[in-house]
Structure formats: C-alpha cells, structure tokens
Antibody, heavy 115, light 110 residues
Framework: VQLVESGGGLVQPGGSLRLSCAAS????????MTWVRQAPGKGLEWVAN????????YYMDSVKGRFTISRDDANNSLYLQMNSLRTEDTAVYYC?????????WGQGTLVTVSS | QSALTQPASVSGSPGQSITIPCTGT?????????VSWFQQHPGKAPKLMIF???NRPSGVPDRFSGSKSGNTASLTISGLQAEDEADYYC??????????FGGGTKLTVL
C-alpha cells in the first residue's frame, strides 16, 4: 500500500490550494478515504472523509463550506480543495485509508498559510 | 467537538508496562467500539497500532494491547523497549461519520 500526497505549499490568507493523494496497492474504490492534518508541534486533527462511492462527504466544523473532499476512483486519487485559507489551516496534511481504522498513511504535504 | 483527553506525557523504564488512558464521552468512546491508537515518531507519519478498541494490525507486536471501559479507552504497552518512545494518539468514531482524536501523549522510555 502506498499513499503519496502532493500539492502543498505557501499560500496567502484567503487563497486556495488543491491537495492530491495518489493511492496504490489496494482496491481504492472499496475504501473510505480520510484527510488528517497536524499543525506544527501540535496533535492530529481529523479534517474530512469520503465514502467509497463518493456519495457521502463529512467535514470538521471549522472547514465546512471552505474545503471540499473528492475522489477519482478511475485514477485511484483523493483530493482536498481548500478555499478561503486561514493561518490556522497551516499544517501537514495526510491522507489515510479507511474511515476509522486509518490503516495506512501517506508521508504528508505541508500547507503554509501566511502573508 | 472537543478532543479526547490524554495525558501529555508518560514514562517508563525498559521492560516495564505503561498504560495511556483516552477519555471521551458517551457520544464517542462510550458508545462506539471504533477506537484506534496511533504511534508517531518525530518527523514520521502516524502508524496504526490498535483498531476496534483491541485489535492489532498484522506486524504490530503483541506487547501492544487496547481496552475500553465506559467512556475511557486505554493503550497498554508491556515490556517497554527503547523504540517505543514516540507520541501516541487515540481516536474514536463520533457519529455522523466524523472522527475525533486525542491530544496525544509523549511516551519517554527512561
């Protein structure tokens, strides 16, 4: 199993970024997928998840209306569109396989929101 | 929703056993048997150690065990080894397909 995140970088407050997670080594379409973030020096924070068929999407309160999770099962890819970014969104963003068990994690991609 | 409550730090000597508690509420830990535990070494991604309260993924040593009583889940590590020194996080399903994490516990092997 391999999960590889990309798309992080430096963005100004109010800006947008789209994170990607390329999955391999398992049947991607059979699993919920999750985004978790970790601010510098802080703990893990669940951000969002998406059902196997993409019909259900769930978010933490502070990102509702700003972030959108999506998936492309044909390309074994997970995405996180992040709009109206705030300084408090600065973190390493990880994608993980499954809804609660989070069996496998990527190496993370750093998002820095700063002027 | 507030994070699950974990002690900031615990410590133990090699060969000893330690337990890390994770306290939630009747809306998460107390109702659902979807408690997981993760180990994170500095600069690394988290690694699943326990899922479903007490199940170990393949490859995780049986020195690691999990349990739950009421609103509190616990991770026990027996026969502590130097490589167990890391941060440990619990998580729980919290209804409406959301998940909540604990604040994390730094384990120091003396």
């Amino acid at each position: 199993v391999q999960l590889v995140e990309s798309g992080g970088g430096l963005v100004q407050p109010g800006g947008s970024l789209r994170l990607s997670c390329a999955a391999s080594g398992f049947t991607f379409s059979s699993y919920w997928m999750t985004w978790v973030r970790q601010a510098p020096g802080k703990g893990l924070e669940w951000v969002a998840n998406i059902k196997e068929d993409g019909s259900g999407k769930y978010y933490m309160d502070s990102v509702k209306g700003r972030f959108t999770i999506s998936r492309d099962d044909a390309n074994n890819s997970l995405y996180l569109q992040m709009n109206s970014l705030r300084t408090e969104d600065t973190a390493v963003y990880y994608c993980a396989r499954d809804r609660t068990r989070l069996f496998d994690w990527g190496q993370g991609t750093l998002v820095t929101v700063s002027s | 929703q507030s994070a699950l409550t974990q002690p900031a730090s615990v410590s133990g000597s090699p060969g000893q056993s330690i337990t890390i508690p994770c306290t939630g509420t009747s809306s998460d830990v107390g109702t659902y048997n979807y408690v997981s535990w993760f180990q994170q070494h500095p600069g690394k991604a988290p690694k699943l150690m326990i899922f479903g309260v007490s199940n170990r993924p393949s490859g995780v040593p049986d020195r690691f065990s999990g349990s739950k009583s009421g609103n509190t889940a616990s991770l026990t590590i027996s026969g502590l080894q130097a490589e167990d020194e890391a941060d440990y996080y619990c998580s729980s399903y919290a209804s409406s397909s959301t998940v909540i994490f604990g604040g994390g516990t730094k384990l120091t092997v003396l």
